[in-house]
């Protein structure tokens, strides 16, 4: 299937997200891990691993690494984490009022750059919610090194 | 030497925030070699950028105490483990800011005084019986000085939870982070899997989530807090 920019990510599929050292814990992500700063009002950025073509999870991951480097400062302590897009969804909709939407939104350098929209942008409860929501699907076993060991 | 005798010998040039070795190792609880002290306090202007270390202006000055601070507390893990320690620096620092004129003594620089402060708000909290929370708060601290994108902690949120937490000594322990504006957030998973959070507010409100046996999730005062969250075991505390 081709996705053209702006299409909504499948539900099968796979989203990361860049987390630095203080929005985790025992390197697991914190509940405000995918909440934003007070105004913003941008989707939460992500890539979309399918997206790259990758025979696996670590070489998504490594292609994830390389589409950040020039944009994030990311440290050894940072972790990128996997969601599943799906999942996401479901779960976002059983447990708060809104509904989540995982959007490809290239940018330059950046094929798989990808948004999570559906944040409500004047009901900071809700976004923790959802923010809290969405730390308990991700496992130790969804996590990844920002910075691989050398 | 003790401590007091040490901050008596602080020196201060005048282009440059300089900690005093003697200083340091007394406030440290380490010997201290005098490369890695100037490693920490060159660290410490790349981090403000070299182009901004010239004349001793007080944004400057106050800056250079703060991510001294930060570094020094990298560098030396043992202030991790002695809150005491790490609040001695953040006032040691703000005494060598307050002695660069007799002006900045009846007038301390904001941005100093709230590292001591800050530094204050741990001990607060490991004295009401929060060790781990104040451990977790001076490396969270040195975290901040690694990354320049994390947000500084807000000292307004952070006096929130010390106040939170001095009302609730019978709480579990939780872990405590940085959300995106710097405010504190804690965390507390509970025995049956339920997931408490709150967000701590700089106006001593706070933003509540749980996630688990009983859903919830709403802003209020502090004092009103537990309430919310009176069907969990966690209420109970």
């Known amino acids: 299937m081709i996705l053209v920019e702006g299409e909504h990510l499948p539900r099968s599929d796979h989203a990361s997200r860049y987390l630095s050292s203080s929005r985790l814990v025992d390197g697991l992500p914190r509940a405000t891990a995918f909440t934003r700063a007070e105004g913003d009002t941008c989707p939460i950025s992500v890539n979309w691993l399918e997206q790259l073509k990758e025979p696996d999870r670590e070489s998504e991951i490594g292609r994830v690494r390389e589409a950040l480097a020039p944009k994030l400062t990311m440290t050894k302590r940072g972790r990128i984490v996997v969601l599943n897009v799906g999942d996401a969804i479901a779960a976002v909709e059983d447990t708060s009022s809104c509904v989540i939407s995982f959007v490809h939104e290239p940018e330059e350098g950046d094929d798989s750059h990808a948004g999570i929209h559906g944040y409500p942008d004047e ?13 308990r699907l991700i496992a130790a076993d969804d996590v990844y090194l920002a910075l691989p060991s050398p | 030497m003790t401590a007091s005798t040490a901050m008596e ?13 003697a200083v340091v190792e007394v406030l440290v609880g380490e010997p201290v070699s005098l490369d890695r002290l100037m490693d920490a306090v060159r660290e410490s202007q790349r981090l403000l950028s070299a182009e901004s270390v010239g004349p001793a202006t007080p944004e400057l000055l106050a800056q250079s105490a703060q991510s001294v601070f930060r570094v020094l507390a990298t560098a030396y893990p043992r202030l991790h483990e002695n809150p005491a320690r790490a609040y001695e620096l953040g006032l040691q620092l703000g005494l060598q800011q307050s002695r660069r004129s007799e002006s900045a003594r009846s007038q301390p620089d904001p941005v100093t005084w709230e590292v001591a402060e800050q530094g204050s708000l741990v001990m607060t909290i490991k004295d009401a019986g929060f060790d781990g929370v104040a451990g977790q708060l001076l490396s969270l601290f040195s975290l901040i000085g690694e990354d320049p994108h994390e947000p500084d902690v807000s000292t307004a949120s952070l006096r929130n939870l010390a106040a939170f937490l001095a009302e609730h000594p019978g709480l579990p322990p939780p872990s405590v982070g940085l959300d995106p504006n710097g405010y504190v957030d804690a965390e507390w998973t509970l025995p049956d899997d339920s997931l408490v959070v709150m967000v701590f507010l700089p106006d001593d409100r706070i933003r509540c989530v749980a996630i688990g046996s009983v859903d919830a999730s709403g802003t209020r005062h502090r004092r009103d807090i537990l309430e919310m969250l009176k069907p969990l075991p966690f209420g109970a505390a």
């Open chain 2, 9 to 21: 010998r602080t020196t201060l040039t005048s282009s440059t925030w300089r900690p005093d070795q």
């Open chain 1, 123 to 135: 009901d900071k409860e809700q976004e923790l919610l959802i923010s809290t929501t969405l730390k």
